[in-house]
């Protein structure tokens, strides 16, 4: 009641409620995520894994679900209730995050971490849709920006979280107490948070039949920016992810440092870093973009450019605090693309499109970014590791992978010369 009192009596204020609590769900869904991070180090000690097993369990495990199931759950939200199907995804893959502490196998956590990656498949496109029916055109950038918060909150979270139970604990707890902190939230969602209208802050539609997949398909092979943000997005994300999944390994590994000193130190990396880029992304984004919709595409393509440079000297460091002071520069500008990229994606359909565009811009991104990014990074160093690098193998590995902020500042700027004419409103 209290909520509804909310809603009636201040529309900026139900709204700002609501992006509170679509962000604090996402801050789960990156918790639950990331947190294997952390585990990986006592997860590989206790189960015998190689690299290359944990690159698969981190990254295609959860990928391959993740990407397949999020079309047809997209499908379902543009349109039925989007809330709803959003509280049933949190509810699955809090569950099976606690099930990841019952393994005693390889094969039962691949499994385990297949059906994180299944619930999770129904918790971001349809919020991407939900935030751009409560906040009008001018304000998105900064609105799907103050979302993506949920990355770097909940990835920091995951990584701390997970470092302190398994110090006092264990890593099975870690992954008991965070799924069940998860089921917690999905009362909250459902009761509090209603379904808007549809597109009632855009163009507006002449009542029409749900376009079908085929037709959302055949607007996006039209919209040449649609292909250069995805692919560019994908692209930045094996970097992205690699890091997220490989850096507390890397700290322990090259710094020596305990699993406890990795989780705080990469965790406050990434939560000061992550805030102050995606922040900085989706306010130039709006501030800029209105002018010039290119600039949707410029800032981050510019941003890539500038972690390059930083990365090098950070990852090749041999002091920790100066590692850690290099890193917090490239952090920001890696995660500066989530405002500006995700805003122009829910521009280059109608709105009754959003949920399914979002979907298979996320299947791009996180099948390339998610399920290339963090095996292969495992992969090399692997290979490395057999070829004379030793434990330093994850050093360079992770070093290689600022290849793919090249490829990505490369397609984004290829986005940027069609976003324009791509743009649904625009002349």
Known sequence: MQIRA??????????????????LVYTFNFIDRQIIGILAVPIKTELSLTDSQLGLMGGFAFAIFYTLLGIPIA?????????????????????????????????????????????????????????????PQRQRARALSV????????SAVGIVLGGFITHWMSWRMAFFIVGLAGLFMAPLLRLTVREPVRGALDEKLTPRPSPSFSQVLAVLARRPSFWGLSLGAASASMMGYGLFFWMPSFLVRSFALTVLQASLVYGALVLVGGLTGIWLGGFLADRQGERRKSMYAIIPAVA??????????????????????????????????????LTAVQHLVPSDMRSTASAVFLFINNLIGIGLGTTLIGVLSDALRVRGAGVESLRYAILSG???????SLLFFFAARHLKKDWVGEA
């Open 304 to 341: 890539f450019l500038g972690t390059l440079p930083f990365y090098v000297g950070g990852v090749l460091s041999s002091n920790i605090e100066a590692c850690m002071l290099i890193l917090l520069v490239p952090t920001a500008l890696g995660l500066a693309w989530l405002g500006p990229v």
């Open 402 to 408: 600022t290849g793919f902020y090249v490829i990505a």
């Open 75 to 135: 499908r379902l939200a543009d349109r039925g209730s989007r809330v709803r199907i959003m509280t049933a995804a949190l509810a699955l893959w809090s569950l099976m995050t606690a099930a990841c502490g019952l393994v005693h196998s390889f094969p039962q956590l691949f499994m385990a971490r297949l059906g994180v990656g299944v619930g999770e498949a129904g918790g971001v496109a349809p919020a991407y849709s939900l935030l751009c029916d409560y906040f």
């Open 6 to 23: 909310l809603d009636r009596a201040s529309p900026l204020a139900y709204r700002s409620y609501v992006l509170f609590v679509l962000v």
């Open 147 to 154: 979302y993506s918060f949920g990355i770097p909150i909940g």
